[in-house]
């Protein structure tokens, strides 16, 4: 309004750029109703700041504290770490833990007599029980209570057995507080299988040669095929022959024959690890079978009168392998169908193959 304009003596600027400093001073000014006007402007205090203060653990909510992490396993099973840093860490568990971690132990009561001193029938029950074994929680260990046996038993293959699964001997009922679980362990014939699962054989063969041997013993790029020769009785009277009919027919075959009367148990469950196809007499060695990798094929050989299919053929069938079997004879008798001496004089008889 040009009236309103001359009463306020108010002139328009001979340049527009003078009203740059008075438009930027009003935008950086902080918002204020009496700008425009000639009212002074009430004034207003400026909130005083505290005097800033150390932070500590009592004033400062922004602090968080991080409770040191407690393992998932004991030091012990952790072997990357040193000794100091073991120590360091198992002084943080709390005793309830400890207690919790503690080494379990599971009472096997292994029913059987005299005949728990062949490795094969001992087996039986240490296969089980080392698939209960597995169950508790780690670190843990065995005790073999012998309540119908009351000698030690001496046998080298049973005894490193024993030493790689951790199980000890005792003749005397244990006391209830001395163990954390307690079951009864029989002849596979009250259960048809020698592991409650296929995991369990691959664990205790990977536990006596290790993961990565274990690992190698799974793949070979030539077809292997092992001959297992007795050396007293149910001998392969034409091994010899067999071989060239074999080597014949596989000329990129890996063949081997082997005898395991002086033969440490690691080695044994090795040369079963490496193996596709297996030839052996029936005998105390097909134990080393629960050592076979899954898909391994055996044919077991049975000599005239002596025929127990029911016994390997569970522990094979447990670990994922395909069994066939020859007997050499017309008649054949079941194994309860004889004596004891009925038997024993039946295992002795050698055996000749076929070659059709």
């Given at each position: 309004n040009t009236n309103d304009?001359?009463?306020?003596?108010?002139?328009?600027?001979?340049?527009?750029?003078?009203?740059?400093?008075?438009?930027?001073?009003?935008?950086?000014?902080?918002?204020?109703?009496?700008?425009?006007?000639?009212?002074?402007?009430?004034?207003?205090?400026?909130?005083?700041?505290?005097?800033?203060?150390?932070?500590?653990?009592?004033?400062?909510?922004?602090?968080?504290?991080?409770?040191?992490?407690?393992?998932?396993?004991?030091?012990?099973?952790?072997?990357?770490?040193?000794?100091?840093?073991?120590?360091?860490?198992?002084?943080?568990?709390?005793?309830?833990?400890?207690?919790?971690?503690?080494?379990?132990?599971?009472?096997?009561?292994?029913?059987?007599?005299?005949?728990?001193?062949?490795?094969?029938?001992?087996?039986?029950?240490?296969?089980?029980?080392?698939?209960?074994?597995?169950?508790?929680?780690?670190?843990?260990?065995?005790?073999?209570?012998?309540?119908?046996?009351?000698?030690?038993?001496?046998?080298?293959?049973?005894?490193?057995?024993?030493?790689?699964?951790?199980?000890?001997q005792i003749y005397e009922k244990p006391k209830k507080e001395s163990y954390d679980a307690y079951i009864k362990v029989g002849s596979i014939l009250s259960r048809n299988s020698w592991f409650q699962s296929k995991n369990d054989a691959i664990e205790l063969t990977k536990l006596i040669l290790g993961p990565e041997n274990y690992q190698k013993s799974l793949t070979s790029e030539k077809l292997r095929i092992g001959f297992v020769q007795r050396e007293k009785s149910r001998i392969i009277l034409n091994l010899t022959s067999?071989?060239?009919i074999v080597e014949e027919q596989y000329p990129d075959a890996i063949i081997k024959v082997e005898k395991f009367a002086d033969m440490n148990l690691r080695d044994q469950v090795e040369w079963y690890a490496n193996q596709d196809l297996i030839i052996a007499a029936h005998g105390a060695g097909l134990t080393n079978l629960a050592f076979a990798h899954e898909c391994v094929v055996v044919f077991q050989l049975y000599c005239e009168g002596y025929y127990v299919p029911f016994y390997f053929n569970p522990l094979l069938k447990d670990v994922g392998g395909i069994m066939f079997e020859y007997y050499d004879g017309d008649e054949y008798n079941i194994h309860f169908s004889q004596t004891h001496r009925e038997r024993y004089l039946a295992r002795q008889n050698n055996i000749a193959i076929s070659q059709e």
């Open positions: 304009s001359q009463q306020r003596n108010l002139q328009p600027p001979e340049n527009t750029n003078d009203l740059l400093p008075e438009v930027e001073q009003l935008q950086t000014e902080p918002e204020n109703p009496h700008a425009l006007t000639n009212d002074p402007s009430p004034e207003v205090e400026e909130p005083k700041t505290p005097p800033e203060q150390p932070k500590t653990l009592n004033n400062d909510l922004s602090l968080k504290i991080e409770q040191p992490k407690i393992p998932l396993l004991p030091p012990s099973e952790i072997p990357e770490l040193n000794r100091g840093v073991q120590d360091a860490l198992e002084a943080t568990i709390p005793v309830i833990l400890k207690e919790e971690r503690r080494q379990k132990t599971l009472v096997c009561e292994i029913l059987a007599d005299a005949i728990i001193k062949h490795f094969p029938h001992f087996s039986e029950t240490l296969f089980d029980c080392w698939s209960h074994l597995r169950v508790l929680p780690t670190p843990h260990k065995c005790v073999l209570y012998f309540s119908q046996w009351k000698e030690p038993l001496t046998a080298t293959w049973s005894t490193q057995m024993m030493g790689y699964v951790n199980c000890e067999l071989v060239e």
